[in-house]
């Protein structure tokens, strides 16, 4: 009767721990896709916008669903590539009124395991352009800096999940805490007796 007992209590304690472990969430998964961009004026006062797109992911992406906030000039959409390879970046650039105040851009990101992310990126407070100068005459040879167009701060994940060491090393806390105890409950059963 008392092996019977010390089992149930090694039993639910081994069920309890194998409960434990699998509640606790491993690393999350970094499927990334990043996107930076820039908007500056030229002398002419044209705003030319490159964003760059970037995969941090081990296999190719597929950009699917773009979208640009305005629409380029022309209303051509940018050349974009369907994939981008793996750890790869694709930069390209198109040209929108001089006086937007903001530009954006949004798509969905997959991958082969089906993974799938919507990206957005954003220039906000974009500087006004400088109005085009009339032709440069030699007396005048003082010239407006135009300031740096801001670039947005790219987005980072956050580290999620737990270490595996760690993980392990709670799990065989456990397991021997409960190892212990039924020792410790059979030894006091039998000095009972």
């Known amino acids: 009767m008392r092996w019977k007992n010390t089992l149930v209590v090694l039993a639910a304690t081994l069920a309890a721990t194998?409960?434990?472990?699998l509640m606790?969430?491993?690393q999350a998964s970094a499927h990334t896709s990043v996107v930076?961009?820039?908007a500056p004026?030229?002398?002419a006062g044209k705003r030319t916008v490159t964003w760059t797109i970037k995969n941090n992911w081990h296999s190719e992406e597929t950009v699917k669903n773009l979208s640009l906030s305005p629409k380029?000039?022309?209303g051509a959409e940018p050349g974009l590539p369907t994939t981008i390879k793996e750890n790869g970046s694709y930069t390209f650039s198109y040209?929108?009124?001089a006086d937007v105040s903001k530009i954006s851009i949004s798509f969905t990101a997959t991958w082969p395991d089906r993974y799938q992310e919507d990206v957005k990126g954003s220039i906000d407070k974009v500087p006004a352009c400088p109005s085009p100068s009339?032709?440069?005459s030699p007396v005048r040879s003082s010239a407006t800096p135009v300031p740096p167009s801001p670039t947005p701060s790219k987005p980072t994940l956050p580290t999620t999940g737990v270490a595996m060491p760690l993980l392990l090393g709670g799990a065989l806390v456990l397991i021997s805490g409960g190892v212990l105890f039924a020792l410790i409950g059979r030894r006091r059963?039998?000095?009972e007796s």
């Open 189 to 191: 059963r039998l000095q």
């Open 95 to 97: 040209e929108v009124p």
């Open 41 to 43: 004026c030229d002398q």
């Open 134 to 136: 009339p032709t440069p």
């Open 18 to 21: 194998a409960c434990a472990t």
């Open 24 to 26: 606790i969430p491993g």
């Open 36 to 38: 930076s961009g820039s």
């Open 72 to 74: 380029p000039l022309g």
